[in-house]
């Protein structure tokens, strides 16, 4: 199996609107491709599912571990998986399946703290602003609740549709209707994101 390499110093993911024609050309290169092996998937297709895992955990090492585990459990399904467009559905699933395990088991111990105010706002347009923003918003996705924060990740940091979404937590598209609007509505109101809406 392939190694995942070290994440450490990659940048936080983008923000959604930077990110979408990205990935809807990574899933469009994704659909049409048959893999001869299970080494060349992990080779063409690590980068999108680290993202996807990175985006599960705020750790970037247990990002890593998630995404091994994803791809091992995947590696024994290999002969099963006839349909090849179906593959980043199934580590998907795989990703969300094995961090909900682990959610579940985890003992407390890890503690919630208070971040550092940003510092005063700067003028629109400014870089370390934008920055400062997209540190906010991805600080309010990591306090939602894990099956919210799953379908907001997936709908807009994966651009999938609601049905793809359904399909990968094995939910109804009512379901991910209804909790990705609450998710967004807790959003709105958190008081980090205020210079957002402004």
């Known amino acids: 199996m392939a190694p995942v390499r070290s994440g450490a110093s990659e940048p936080a993911p983008r ?42 955990t705020a750790n970037p090492c247990d990002a890593e571990d998630l ?22 559905g199934y580590v998907r699933r795989a990703l969300l ?7 579940r088991k985890r003992k407390v111990d890890e503690y919630v703290c208070d971040e550092l105010p940003e510092p005063a706002v700067v003028p629109a347009g400014d870089p370390a ?11 309010a996705i990591m306090k939602l609740p894990t099956r919210q924060r799953a379908m907001v990740v997936l709908r807009y ?21 209804s909790a990705v609007s609450r998710a967004l509505g807790k959003l709105r109101e958190d008081p980090e994101l205020g210079p957002v809406r402004a």
């Open 15 to 56: 923000t959604p609107a930077r990110t979408r024609s990205a990935h809807a050309a990574h899933a469009a290169h994704a659909a049409h491709t048959t893999y001869p092996s299970f080494a060349s998937y992990v080779r063409a297709r690590q980068p999108v599912l680290l993202r996807t895992a990175r985006s599960l």
């Open 67 to 88: 995404l091994q585990t994803a791809l091992a459990k995947t590696y024994v399904a290999w002969d099963r998986i006839e349909d090849h467009r179906a593959l980043d």
């Open 97 to 103: 399946n094995t961090r909900t395990s682990q959610w």
């Open 129 to 139: 602003e934008q920055q400062a923003l997209h540190d906010a918003m991805w600080r």
């Open 157 to 177: 940091y994966e651009d999938l549709s609601e049905v793809q979404t359904a399909e990968v937590l094995g939910v109804s598209v009512g379901t991910v209707k």
